[in-house]
C-alpha cells in the first residue's frame, strides 16, 4: 500500500432516504477507529452522504451545500469529484432529499471496491472481501421494512454476513436525520450512533440502536398499564434489590411511587414517564432485567 494507507477509511456504508418519513442516513462499519466522525454526512430535507476510502471529509459539507442548492445527487458528486486532485483514490455515496441516489469510486481505490444505487439507496465498499457485501446490502435494503434505520442497519449486518471489510471488524456508526428530529426537537439528528473501537461493531451498534429507541421513542398505548396485582407485586421486589426501597418499607402506594419516580429519573426515562398509577412495559421489563442482573 501507499504511504497514505493508514489514512484509508476502508469500509462499506449505505446511504438512505425514506419518502413517508423523510427520514435520511447512513450506516457504516470499518476497520478503521472511529469511522462515524470520518464517513457520514447528512441534513434533513437536503441529503445523506458517506464519504470514504482515502477520505475527503470536505465532501460532507460542500456536497451538503450543493445539495442544498438544489443539484441532484449525481449532479453533486460530479462537481465534488470534477473539483478535486486525489479523485481516484476516492468513494462516495450520495443520495439527494428526493431518493435520487449517485455513486462513486475511483479507479486507485483498492480491491475490491465498487458500488451501486437503487430506489433511495447507495451502497458502497473498498478492500472487500468481494463485490457480494455491496450487493447484499442493496438488496436487503429493498426488500426490508421498518423504519430507515432498521433497514440502514439491517442492510449493514447483511453486508457484513457476505463477507464485509476483508481486514475485519472495528468501529460503526449510524446517522439518521429529521426535520426537528433530535432531542428534545432543537436540532435534526434523529439518530447518532457511534461504536469506535469494538471486535463485533454491528452486533454492538444493534445493541446501542435499542436503547436509544427504548429512552427516547414514545410508549406504545398498549403498553401504558395500571400497577396493580403481578405488576405491583414484581416493581416492589424489583425497588428493594435496586436499593430504591428500604426492606423495612411498607407497601404503600406512596413509597412504591417515590422510589419508581426516583428510579424513572436516575435511568433517564422521563419520556416514558406515566401518570400516577401507571406504567410503561418497556420501563417494567427494564426494571425487573435490572433487578436481576
Same mark, same amino acid.
Given at each position: 500500500?501507499?504511504?497514505? %494507507?493508514? $489514512? ?14 423523510? !427520514? /435520511? ?27 470514504? @476510502?482515502?477520505?475527503?471529509? @470536505? ?9 442544498? %442548492? ?33 455513486? =462513486? ?5 483498492? #480491491? ?18 468481494? +463485490? ?11 426488500? %426490508? ?7 440502514? /442497519?439491517?442492510?449493514? #449486518? ?12 472495528? @468501529?460503526?456508526?449510524? /446517522? ?17 450512533? +457511534?461504536?469506535?473501537?469494538?471486535? !463485533?461493531?454491528?452486533?454492538?451498534? =444493534?445493541?446501542?440502536?435499542?436503547? $436509544?429507541?427504548?429512552? =427516547? ?10 400497577? !396493580? ?22 407497601? %404503600? ?16 426515562? !422521563? ?23
Amino acid at each position: 500500500m501507499t504511504k497514505d %494507507s493508514k $489514512h484509508l477509511v476502508a469500509t462499506f456504508s449505505i446511504v438512505g432516504f425514506d419518502p413517508e418519513t423523510q !427520514e /435520511l442516513g447512513i450506516a457504516v462499519q470499518s476497520k478503521f477507529l472511529g469511522v462515524g466522525a470520518v464517513v457520514p454526512w447528512a441534513k434533513a430535507g437536503v441529503g445523506a452522504i458517506a464519504t470514504q @476510502s482515502f477520505a475527503n471529509t @470536505s465532501y460532507g459539507p460542500k456536497g451538503l451545500a450543493l445539495l442544498e %442548492s438544489g443539484l441532484s445527487a449525481q449532479e453533486t458528486l460530479d462537481k465534488l469529484v470534477a473539483e478535486d486532485e486525489g479523485r481516484m483514490m476516492r468513494q462516495v455515496g450520495i443520495v439527494d432529499a428526493q431518493g435520487r441516489a449517485a455513486t =462513486f469510486t475511483g479507479d486507485a481505490c483498492y #480491491e475490491w471496491a465498487g458500488g451501486q444505487t437503487g430506489p433511495n439507496y447507495a451502497a458502497q465498499g473498498n478492500i472487500l472481501v468481494g +463485490r457480494e457485501t455491496v450487493e447484499a446490502m442493496g438488496q436487503t435494503f429493498e426488500q %426490508s421494512q421498518g423504519s430507515l434505520a432498521e433497514r440502514l /442497519l439491517q442492510a449493514l #449486518e447483511a453486508g457484513q454476513r457476505a463477507g464485509g471489510d476483508k481486514r475485519g471488524q472495528q @468501529s460503526a456508526a449510524l /446517522l439518521v436525520v429529521k426535520e426537528k428530529g433530535g432531542y428534545a426537537g432543537f436540532n435534526d439528528r434523529a439518530i447518532d450512533l +457511534r461504536v469506535d473501537d469494538h471486535p !463485533e461493531p454491528i452486533k454492538e451498534l =444493534f445493541r446501542l440502536y435499542h436503547l $436509544h429507541q427504548l429512552y =427516547f421513542n414514545k410508549p406504545k398505548p398498549e403498553d401504558i398499564v395500571p400497577i !396493580e396485582g403481578e405488576i405491583r407485586e414484581g416493581l416492589l421486589n424489583g425497588l428493594r434489590r435496586l436499593g430504591y426501597l428500604k426492606p423495612e418499607a411498607r407497601d %404503600s402506594d406512596a413509597e412504591l411511587f417515590q422510589a419508581l419516580t426516583a428510579f424513572i429519573h436516575t435511568e433517564n426515562f !422521563e419520556a416514558r414517564e406515566q401518570e400516577r398509577g401507571k406504567i410503561d412495559l418497556a420501563v417494567y421489563r427494564y426494571l425487573l432485567r435490572k433487578a436481576d442482573a
